[in-house]
């Protein structure tokens, strides 16, 4: 069987002296770019092509959250940091820029949280939605479009199913850090079929 090469690992660097801060139990994907003040916390998975740029100001991730491949965090210079709670949902290709994700938030694939907007917890944000500045999304509401405004409110139900995506992340995120060693875990990881 032929195994291509694993890669060096993630670009983690300073900026203007300031490290990131990254927990022993996160799960940095290889192709992930940390720079300057971040802070990622226990059980944290960050995927694939994903950016934390913490320049001028600082990120914060909570444990237990996830940042879904392509995804960009980023913060306004000097003004508004970025805060992402603990297990907070970040699909992929999102943009996260200076703002607030409280605790239990989900911010659906390619969906964009512009600067002081506040998205509060158990709070969804659907995928291709735009919050535009400085907009608060209140907890147990889904909210969508460009801009986005209110769809609907989610019964305790539909929260807990958008909440047990981070739990989800918490054990892939294990698996692709530890591999099967790191089980037992709560889904089987799904070989290739054979070929023909």
């Known amino acids: 069987m032929n195994k291509m090469p ?12 300031n490290w990131p801060e990254i927990d ?8 992930a770019a940390i720079m300057g003040s971040v802070r990622i916390g226990a059980d944290v998975s960050i995927w694939h092509n994903v950016t934390l740029r913490g320049d001028a100001n600082y990120i914060i991730i909570g444990k237990g959250s996830n940042i ?20 907070v949902t970040v699909g992929h290709s999102a943009i996260v820029h200076a703002c607030t994700l409280e605790d239990y938030s989900f911010v659906g694939m390619g969906a964009i949280v512009l600067d002081g907007a506040v998205i509060e917890s158990g709070a969804v944000v659907a995928a291709g939605a735009l919050v535009p500045p400085g907009k608060t999304v209140p907890s147990g509401q889904l909210w969508a479009g460009s801009p986005a405004k209110l769809m609907r409110e989610l019964d305790a139900d539909a929260q807990a199913k958008f909440q047990k995506t981070a739990t989800n992340y918490i054990e892939f995120g294990r698996a692709a850090r530890l591999g099967l060693a790191g089980g037992p875990y709560n889904f089987t990881p799904v070989p290739l079929p054979p070929k023909d």
Request: glycine share 8%; hydrophobic share 30%.
């Open 68 to 87: 879904q491949d392509n995804s960009i965090v980023h913060i306004d210079s000097g003004v508004l940091p970025a805060i992402i709670g603990d297990y």
């Open 6 to 17: 694993t890669a060096s690992g993630p670009t983690i660097e300073p900026y203007c002296d």
């Open 24 to 31: 022993d139990t996160a799960y940095v994907a290889s192709t």
